[in-house]
């Protein structure tokens, strides 16, 4: 039961977070702040994905990192050439990364490429 | 921002659009919703409390870490504060959302801070900052629509996750699908020079920064980011 309780805690903490600003919406920002929002988006999405890419677990390792940075160029390619179709996209970025992981994997096991 | 509205018979209906912008969404959300359910099923935990952390949190990055480390046996303090350190960009979520909920009624803004979830976000920001030119009227319809096209689809997504949890092959890999569902969000965002020098930045300080305890590394991505952005933007203006 204790773990109810952690989880309703952060429950409680995300809302009054997602509330914080909304709630003061009658509050115009300053200019200064104004100004940054528009870039809250792209950096925080960015700095959510790209670690994620890059070192999938933790460090970065050709056998884990190549086919996680093909999957998403895969995707953006897909996203980009048919019509921002985000389902296609996905599982094109899936497929790619099944693909080019299992690839790595054979290539490892018959001594080829970097290990 | 411009309060006109279009001509009725110009407008789209906006319902309809927030239905047809979400959707995909959900589809994309489907692999990742359904491995965090077997994620979730997988930890010691009673299924319907680490089902629970869907609507208590209702976004997946902390839902994962939080029952991951309390699976682990982890202090109640570090969780709590882990999982709100991953979650402390709803704060600039929130402030970036802001300017567009200025006409809403104060109960509609204090009920659609529960939804503002990434996804959430991701939709109704592409859509207040794009060509469109939505009232607060239909500002209000289109979050909420999404919001409530998104909601019940996680909620059930994990709980089949929840409950497919044994059955899934385990050859079957989705771990990459929370990253490649967070890209597709992140696309339609890049609308000009300064949001790219935000991504960049930010992705290159929170790999630099991945080794910070408690998923600090995304805060110091996104505070770089942010600012790379605003001041590359004021620089141009």
Partial sequence: MHELLVLALIGLGTYAMRAAFLVMAHRAPPARVARLLPYVGPAVLAAIVVPAFVAPHGTIAFADTAPALLAAA?????????????????????????????????????????S | MTTLNPPPALAEPVIGRAVRDALPV?????????????????????????????????????????????DAGAAAVLVVLGALVVNARMLLYSAALA?????????WRWLGAYLLADPVYALAITRFTGAHTDG?????????????????AWLGLTGAGVLLGGVLPTSLRLDLAAPLTFLLLLLPMLTSRPAYAAAVT????AVAASALPLGLGL???????????????????
């Fill in chain 1, 74 to 114: 895969a995707a953006w390619l897909a996203w980009r050439h048919l019509k921002r179709n985000l389902p296609l996209a996905l599982f094109g970025g899936l497929a790619v990364w099944w693909i080019a992981s299992w690839a790595v994997s054979a290539a490892g096991g018959l001594g080829l490429g970097p």
């Fill in chain 2, 219 to 237: 805060l110091a991505g996104a505070a770089a980011g942010i600012a790379v952005g605003g001041w590359w933007g004021g620089r141009r203006a």
């Fill in chain 2, 202 to 205: 930010g992705g290159a300080v």
């Fill in chain 2, 26 to 70: 959900v589809l994309a959300y489907a692999p990742f919703g359904l491995a965090l359910g077997a994620t979730l099923s997988a930890t010691h935990l009673p299924s319907w409390i680490a089902w629970s952390s869907s609507p208590l949190l209702f976004g997946g990055a902390a839902q994962l870490l939080a029952v991951q480390m309390l």
């Fill in chain 2, 99 to 107: 300017p567009h909920t200025a006409g809403w009624r104060a109960r």
């Fill in chain 2, 136 to 152: 607060p009227r239909e500002r209000l319809r289109y979050f909420f629509t999404v919001g409530l096209v998104l909601w019940p």
